[in-house]
């Protein structure tokens, strides 16, 4: 069996914001585990189950539009290659 892999996004947050677009991500079915990536640039990293992309993608598409977020690209996931 193949083990599960997550898809990789940042994006940047605005900083008054994190709480908003965290708790907001969580109440969707978590759709996805962020964290901080670089707390003074405010950029977060989330890794999301493949099954859950569409739901976190609508979610940053409205969080966008909200002006909440900004530039998410989708990167290769950085932990995946590390060795245990």
Same mark, same amino acid.
């Given at each position: 069996?193949?083990? /599960?892999?997550? *898809?990789?996004?940042?994006?940047?947050?605005?900083?008054?914001?994190?709480?908003? !677009?965290?708790?907001? *991500?969580?109440?969707?079915?978590?759709?996805? &585990?962020?964290?901080? *990536?670089?707390?003074?640039?405010?950029? *977060?990293? &989330? &890794? !999301?189950?493949?099954? /859950?992309?569409?739901? &976190?993608?609508? !979610?940053?598409?409205?969080?966008?539009?909200q002006g909440h977020v900004k530039n998410l690209q989708q990167l290769p996931n950085r932990l995946e290659n590390i060795k245990?």
């Amino acid at each position: 069996m193949e083990p /599960m892999k997550s *898809l990789y996004y940042q994006a940047f947050v605005e900083p008054t914001r994190c709480w908003y !677009v965290t708790a907001i *991500l969580r109440s969707s079915e978590h759709a996805c &585990f962020d964290r901080t *990536l670089d707390p003074e640039k405010s950029i *977060l990293e &989330f &890794f !999301v189950p493949e099954d /859950m992309q569409a739901i &976190f993608l609508d !979610v940053m598409a409205h969080m966008s539009e909200q002006g909440h977020v900004k530039n998410l690209q989708q990167l290769p996931n950085r932990l995946e290659n590390i060795k245990q």
